[in-house]
Nanobody, 122 residues
Framework: QVQLVESGGGLVQPGGSLTLSCKAS????????IGWFRQAPGKEREEVSC????????VYADSVKGRFTISRNNAKGTVYLQMNSLKPEDTADYYC???????????????WGKGTLVTVSS
């Protein structure tokens, strides 16, 4: 059974940094596309970043390019999202998703974690 558990969220000031972790169990992470998505209150879930297999190709939403970096540690079964230069508009619940396909879209994810809240505020 696939399980995804996010951690690392919290309260941070604008301009600050956070690193989110997505620990996967029941699956070998380097076999699948894994992505980070976020959902702000009253808004739809949106794609943030994905890392695919087997090349490790990374994709990013335009809103986070140059600020966020996705990475994967296959030995630990964990995917990370390093978030720098955070803005108030980055405030959202962040979810980790796993896809058996190859598209970085929320509707394409086959498994989800329960999310971790990121709040960017002074």
């Amino acid at each position: 059974q696939v399980q995804l558990v996010e951690s690392g969220g919290g309260l941070v000031q604008p301009g600050g940094s956070l690193t989110l972790s997505c620990k996967a169990s029941g699956v070998i992470v380097d076999y699948y596309l894994i992505g980070w998505f976020r959902q702000a209150p009253g808004k739809e879930r949106e794609e943030v970043s994905c890392i695919s297999t087997p090349t490790g190709r990374q994709v990013y939403a335009d809103s986070v390019k140059g600020r966020f970096t996705i990475s994967r540690n296959n030995a630990k079964g964990t995917v990370y999202l390093q978030m720098n230069s955070l803005k108030p508009e980055d405030t959202a619940d962040y979810y980790c998703g796993l896809s058996y396909g190859d598209s970085c879209v929320s509707t394409g994810m086959d498994n989800w974690g329960k999310g971790t809240l990121v709040t960017v505020s002074s």
